[in-house]
């Protein structure tokens, strides 16, 4: 077996030193996920909801923060990607079972606007203001995550 | 100047996600998956996360308006209501079966090629089909109107 380079980023790194990266590299990303949102609140003075932002667009509900919403979302989508050189591999892992990717993507774009927020407006932003939808949600959607994956995954084995 | 603060905090927070590894769907679902072979890692970026936020709603009390002009929101809806709970379960199903929720999907957007695609596609008509859904639920409810917007 051939020896590999050592590791420079996450993605890369042997097992062990890879599981005591990623807590770190979690609380880089957490920090900055919460800056983000810090940011958008006392200079924007809006709530980070990646799915409010998007929906409001969507159905039209925000067109009055249109410009705001797709000026968010540009920088959502065209900031990752400059920073992707800096790793060796990113890989999302996705699913490439296409009725996976579209059931999935239904349920989420249906259950996040009834609810009216997904991890980071009701996750990051409501949890951080000991709202009791926020934390409600939260509860709902990791029993939601984890119900999913015990039939899809343990029971059917379709993922 | 309000859409470059916006365009800063969107690339920041596509940044954070990128960076917490929130983009890899092994890991999230590894995250979801406490019947598997749990992985508890996501839940220290979670935990940054909201640490981070909560400073900013400290500062945020004490301030009438953002430093835009705008009001600081306020008068959140308090109520737990039903569709409150079933979306967040049927978000949570979604979740858990592909690994991508709706910020880390458009974060992922240029470099996760057709999968990743095909799911923001799907999670749009998704969106758009909440406006009918709720509806129904409304008139399932009855005359109850339905304002939690």
Redesign the interface.
Known sequence: MRARPPPVK?GGATRGEE?HQ??I????????????????????????G??GI??GL??N?GRKSR???I???????????L??PLYRV???????N?A?????????????????G???G????G???F???GI???????????????V???LLGW? | MRYLSAFLAGGLFGAGLLVAGMVDTTKVQGWLDVFGRWEPTRACGMAAAVGGMGPGWGLAARRERAALGLPMPGDFPKLVDRNLVLGSLLFGAGWGLAGLCPGPAMGALSFGGWPVALFVAAMIAGMWLAVPARALLARLDGARTENDA
């Open positions: 996450p599981m990623d807590w590299w979690g609380l880089v990303g957490g920090a900055m996920i919460g800056a983000a949102a810090a940011l958008y609140l006392l200079v924007n003075g809006r709530v980070l990646a799915s998007l929906g969507v159905d509900s410009a705001e919403r000026a968010f979302l540009a920088g959502l989508v065209a900031v990752p990607p920073l992707v990113v890989d999302t892992h996705a699913s490439t296409p996976i990717l579209i059931a999935a993507g239904l349920l989420v774009g249906l259950g996040t606007r009834l609810a009216n997904c991890t980071s009701h996750g990051v932003c949890i951080s203001r709202s009791l939808r409600t949600a939260t509860a709902f959607y990791l029993i939601g995550g984890g119900l999913a994956l015990v899809a995954r343990h993922i």
